[in-house]
């Protein structure tokens, strides 16, 4: 998420004195799709988007895991 966050618009706001748009800013930012863009991340470099990736999981830990016992 700080990846997208505008951090350079939100010092200038803050050293102009601009706090009630700083505000604002910071609220719109709560509702911004950072999962959608997380997901489409994942998937350019292969990687199941949501829980698809728990199926691995639960693999590794019947395979590997449950040997430790």
């Known amino acids: 998420m700080?990846?997208?966050k505008p951090v350079e618009q939100l010092r200038?706001?803050?050293v102009a004195g601009d706090?009630?748009?700083?505000?604002?800013?910071?609220?719109?930012?709560?509702s911004m799709p950072c999962g959608a863009l997380?997901?489409?991340?994942?998937w350019k470099k292969g990687v199941p988007a949501g829980l698809a990736?728990?199926?691995e999981i639960r693999d590794?830990?019947?395979?590997v895991l449950?040997?430790?016992s």
């Open 2 to 4: 700080a990846l997208v």
């Open 38 to 42: 997380w997901d489409y991340f994942g």
């Open 12 to 14: 200038e706001m803050e």
């Open 53 to 55: 990736f728990m199926d």
């Open 60 to 63: 590794y830990e019947k395979r």
């Open 19 to 30: 706090y009630t748009g700083r505000l604002a800013l910071l609220e719109e930012l709560k």
């Open 66 to 68: 449950s040997e430790r």
